[in-house]
């Protein structure tokens, strides 16, 4: 563990840690283009140049590992000098165009300029030019004007995804970053090269000209995409609602967790977020008699409910959970099943096409949930309710998100099924052809709408927090369990999700000890839970 | 095989024991799927094994690519992206790159002019004007008949003989107008 100094603090770090990483340690950001603690040293921008303590001249951070006694000086003159030569050549051909760049506001050649820069431009040259606003592939645009030629985007196409798509192409000024040609950005995770494209070159095809970022709001939130559980800050535009349609989500973006992700996020994900602000969210209670449809209010809602399952032997009441649910959720569930003694449970309904799955983050699970509604023993396949409905031996049955009807079950049994039951009630954020076919549809809160926690196949058991107010009347899943509780005459506490994490964590054996606290930003694994 | 790496910008011509013969008629067609021949694969097996990586030897192997289909399309250059495991996004960096490979058909003789300093002030623009009116054609350019390509390159280290070219893999010094026609009328 070499010690070292870093403008005058001293640091210990790892052997072979190289100084950008020992001055952040240090509390020293060193600015850079290139570098990116994920992909391979590529010491191409010049950018982070330091001073070492008897070097002759100044030197690239990156490139170079700390060692005992090294004293580095990010400040001096000499350094500051070359930063702002080195800024004047990265912007000698930019197009400055910043006032119709998406990328304005988070682009790292304007807050470099700002902070490093403020030279005088001594071009007098016209510019070369290069394309602008060229599809890579399906999530990707590329202008390379605006390019600097990190070589990031290159590096991480060569080494995560191993793809190898993205090439320099041609030399000197006329250099840029493009495909070979014929071919297209579209690998599985080629979302993330717009994030760590330090510039306006790669933008994201869906999110350019939402909205301004500096409109947005963010917050922490995991992926409900798949059973890995990403972790991800969700951007909501709030404040400029006009400038997108309706459209709050505005885009989703990897956060930092050494143990689930890392730096990166899959496409799937990262775009599979369009329902919440989806044309067919259910935004208040409906009652359907018939073919006639009609609004209810939350209280008629409960109501009617606790009367049918008052009316319902246990027996007769057949409850399919869903993976997706939170933790929280789940629990109120599982009080409610204990209290009414119901055992016509599960949560697991397959999909009609199995989902992909690799050696990277994506996983064949789709849920965020399944290992939570596993341990909270809410049961697994559904095919037994299923049955139970078609052998007409359920009064009531509550389906939980799922679209049974695109399942891999046969679309004709699950009609005979859903046909043979009195009272068929639906919670749900979206509709869909089996929200169509309850007799009560309640809206749910879309994720990103609330507070809980998902339980990652490893076991770990993550936060994500509310971005958005819920659409119209929705609720998140505990309070409508919460409401039905209550109306039922069952003495419930629980006004917040943590409340329910709080009751889980006394009754399953598996998550004791965790507690919001202690999940922080990166969750925590299941005590009992061995890493894969 | 004396250093394909040495040849500069040499025209599609067999060159000793690296054309096949079965395949030197496709030397000027470039086909869509390029193959090299046992002998030619063997010696790219040779000099990827010269280098600690063997992508090292990529820049000898286009050469031998070019020399067997005459330029570099970009079938050739996923071909050689094949041989080497690599994408061919990272071949076409190279092709890119380097001014020597043809990413264009040549013509069957390529003349380079050298504009750089010594010839420059030896002549070298009017030696370009005499040959651009000579062939009715632009630097960069083939003649219609596909016989010559001209191309004005930098410094070809003959300076003591400026003004200077090369034509295919011959020096031609000490140039003048005259000297010019006597060699264009020698070119098939």
């Known amino acids: ?532 | 095989m004396s250093g394909a790496g040495s040849i500069s910008n040499r025209p599609p011509a067999a060159q000793a024991g690296l054309t096949d013969p079965a395949t030197t008629n496709a030397a000027t067609t470039n086909p869509a799927t390029p193959t090299f021949s046992a002998e030619q694969l063997a010696e790219v097996r040779r000099l990827q094994a010269l280098y600690p990586d063997a992508r090292g030897a990529l820049l000898p192997v286009l050469y031998i690519a070019q020399d067997t289909f005459g330029w570099i399309s970009l079938e050739v250059e996923e071909y050689v992206a094949g041989l080497f495991g690599l994408s061919p996004a990272h071949v076409h960096e190279v092709v890119t790159f380097y001014t020597l490979y043809f990413r264009d058909r040549p013509g069957r003789h390529v003349i380079s002019v050298c504009h750089n300093l010594s010839c420059h002030l030896a002549g070298a623009p009017s030696i370009i004007a005499h040959l651009k009116r000579r062939l009715g054609v632009e630097v960069g350019e083939t003649t219609e008949d596909g016989r010559v390509t001209l191309l004005s390159v930098e410094c070809l280290c003959a300076c003591e003989a400026a003004p200077m070219m090369q034509v295919d893999d011959r020096y031609e010094m000490n140039l003048t107008s005259a000297k010019i026609d006597r060699l264009l009328d020698g070119l098939a």
């Open chain 1, 1 to 532: 563990m070499p010690k070292l100094t870093v403008d005058g603090k001293e640091v210990e770090v790892p052997g072979g840690t190289n100084l950008i990483e020992a001055a952040r340690k240090a509390g020293v950001e060193v600015p850079h283009y290139c570098y990116h603690p994920g992909l391979s040293i590529a010491g191409q921008c010049r950018l982070c140049m330091v001073d070492l303590e008897k070097a002759p001249r100044p030197t690239i951070a990156c490139n170079t590992t700390a060692t005992e006694g090294m004293v580095v000086l990010t400040e001096t003159d000499r350094v500051r000098e070359t930063r702002k030569s080195i800024m004047e050549f990265h912007l000698i051909n930019h197009p400055l165009d910043c006032p119709v760049c998406d990328q304005a506001g988070e682009c790292w050649l304007q807050i470099y300029y700002m902070k490093h820069g403020l030279y005088d431009p001594r071009m007098t040259d016209e510019k070369v030019h290069k394309p602008k606003a060229v599809p890579l592939g399906p999530h990707v645009m590329l202008d390379a004007e605006r390019c600097i030629l990190c070589s990031r985007c290159v590096r991480f196409c060569d080494e995560i995804t191993a793809t190898g798509e993205l090439g320099i192409f041609e030399r000197g000024d006329h250099s840029e970053i493009g495909l070979f040609p014929g071919r297209a950005l579209d690998n599985p995770y080629s979302g993330n090269v717009v994030d760590i494209c330090p510039v306006g070159a790669l933008t994201d095809r869906d999110f350019r000209f939402q909205v301004r970022v500096w409109y947005l709001d963010s917050a922490k939130s995991v992926c409900p995409g798949c059973a890995r559980g990403c972790n991800i800050d969700v951007h909501v535009n709030r404040r400029r609602p006009h400038h997108a349609e309706g459209r709050r989500v505005a885009r989703l973006k990897p956060r930092f967790n050494e143990a689930v992700n890392r730096w990166w996020l899959c496409d799937a994900g990262r775009y599979g977020f369009t329902f919440v602000d989806d044309q067919d969210r259910l935004l208040v209670p409906t009652r359907r008699e018939g073919e006639t449809v009609s609004d209810a209010t939350w209280d008629d809602a409960i109501v009617a409910l606790a009367a049918t399952f008052r009316r319902s032997p246990p027996d007769e009441i057949g409850i399919i959970a869903s993976p997706k649910m939170a933790n929280e959720d789940l629990f109120a569930l599982r009080r409610l099943l204990d209290n009414l003694a119901l055992r016509r449970v599960a949560f697991r309904v397959p999909p009609r096409v199995a989902g992909d799955q690799d050696n990277f983050l994506i996983r064949a699970d789709k849920n965020p949930n399944s290992l939570g509604a596993e341990l909270v023993g809410l049961g697994g396949d559904s095919r037994a309710v299923l049955e139970a409905a078609r052998a007409r031996r359920l009064r009531c049955l509550v389906i939980f998100g799922h679209d049974l009807l695109a399942s891999e079950w046969p679309e004709a049994e699950v009609r005979e099924a859903l046909g043979a039951v009195e009272t068929v009630i639906f919670v749900g954020s979206n509709a869909h052809a089996t929200s169509a076919a309850a007799h009560w549809v309640l809206p749910a809160a879309a994720w990103v709408e609330r507070d809980g926690t998902y339980t990652n196949f490893e076991g770990r058991v993550q936060r994500f927090r509310p971005a958005v107010e819920p659409l119209g009347q929705a609720l998140a899943e505990w309070e409508i369990v919460g409401r039905l509780l209550a109306a039922l005459g069952v003495d419930s506490t629980a006004t917040r999700p943590e409340h329910w994490f709080r009751q889980l964590v006394a009754a399953v054996p598996a998550f004791a000890g965790l507690s919001y606290q202690a999940l922080g930003d990166g969750g925590r694994l299941l005590p009992g839970a061995v890493r894969a």
